[in-house]
Structure formats: C-alpha cells, structure tokens
C-alpha cells in the first residue's frame, strides 16, 4: 500500500488545468520567432500574464491533490510566487523589460534544479524519472543562454523567448499527463484500501 500511496507530485482530476496554458504557450511560441518585429514590451506584457495565469493554475492544482503528494507545498509556493511576481513587474513594465533576460534566466534556473532534484528523488519509483533529469539539463541549458544574451542582440532575445515558450508549452503538456490520475491506480487504491 505505502509504494502506491508514494506518487510522483500527486494525482488531480484538474490535470487540464496545467495542459491548456501549456498547449497556448506552443503558438505564442511560434508567434514570436516568426514575428521579430512584435514589440519587446509586448512580449513582456503577455508573458506576465500568462505566468499570472500558471500562478493561479498551480494553486488549483495544489488544492485539489492529495495532501501526502510529493511537491504539495511547491504547488502552493510557486504559485504565490507567481502571481506575486507577475503583478509586480506588470505595475512597471519598463522595468521588467529591462530586467527580461534575467527574469527567464532564473526562472529556468530555478526550474532546472527542481527537476534535476525531482528526477533523482523519483529515480526508484517513477518509471520516467529521467524525462524530468533531461528537461532539467535542457532548462539550465536554456537558463545560460538567459544568462549570456545580451540586451542588444534583440533577435536572439525575441528568439530565445519563442524558443523557451514552445519549449515551456510542451513540458507542460508532458506534466499534465503525468499528474493525470489513470483509471488503473484508482482501481488498485479502492481494492487495497
């Protein structure tokens, strides 16, 4: 009983929450590397809202996941974060124009590190645990060239942008299918409980 109460992240019946934002960022994506021409305040006025949007799907998730679930408390923490975040900079756009670059770069930091840590922990008992060990090598892949672009080279910035939204879109599809509960883990709960 303890193995199968012992799930990655936890189960929710709100799995879709987290595939729409992720099946949106795809086109918003493709959006901007073929469209070099969109404004850099633009891209930084979407992206806030869109990470105000993760922000509030995290919180639904975490709240309607079982509480023993591994990464509970994290669910909680970045979406408050999130949403902190994505007001704040949304009241100075200037600002957070300014500060793009590196705003993705610790994001994809942060995000690197926590599947980095989330693929060894889960090495036992996850099955592809080492989907999540490659998208955390790939976001800091991702997080240095943040890091290295600099603020002139506007292209490579709006390309690196499209680039991490499709990029983004994707992992949050692969996610949500993973916390997507199935029909037989259901069936062995109600049979062992």
Same mark, same amino acid.
């Given at each position: ?79 408050? !974060? ?8 949304? /009241?100075? &756009?200037? @600002? *957070?124009?300014? =500060?793009? #670059? ?58 690196? !942008? ?8 994707? /992992?949050? &599809?692969? @996610? *949500?299918?993973? =916390?997507? #509960? ?12």
């Amino acid at each position: 009983m303890e193995n199968i109460e012992k799930i990655f992240w936890g189960k929710t019946p709100y799995w879709w929450i987290v595939l729409i934002p992720g099946i949106l960022f795809i086109p918003c994506g493709c959006w901007f590397l073929f469209s070099p021409s969109v404004g850099y305040f633009t891209i930084t006025t979407i992206l806030l809202w869109m990470l105000i949007l993760s922000g509030i799907a995290q919180l639904i998730i975490a709240f309607n996941t079982t509480r023993n679930a591994q990464g509970w408390g994290w669910w909680i923490a970045g979406g408050i !974060i999130d949403i902190f975040v994505g007001f704040m900079m949304l /009241s100075n &756009i200037g @600002f *957070s124009a300014m =500060i793009l #670059p590196y705003f993705f770069a610790f994001i994809f930091l942060y995000k690197g590190v926590s599947n980095l840590v989330s693929a060894f922990t889960a090495q036992s008992y996850h099955p592809s645990w080492w989907l999540y060990l490659i998208n955390g090598l790939l976001l800091l892949i991702m997080a240095t060239l943040f890091f290295l672009s600099p603020f002139s080279a506007m292209i490579a910035i709006d390309f690196l !942008i499209g680039a991490a939204f499709i990029y983004w879109g994707i /992992s949050l &599809i692969f @996610f *949500s299918l993973d =916390i997507r #509960p199935q029909a037989d883990r259901e069936v062995s709960y109600k049979t062992e409980d």
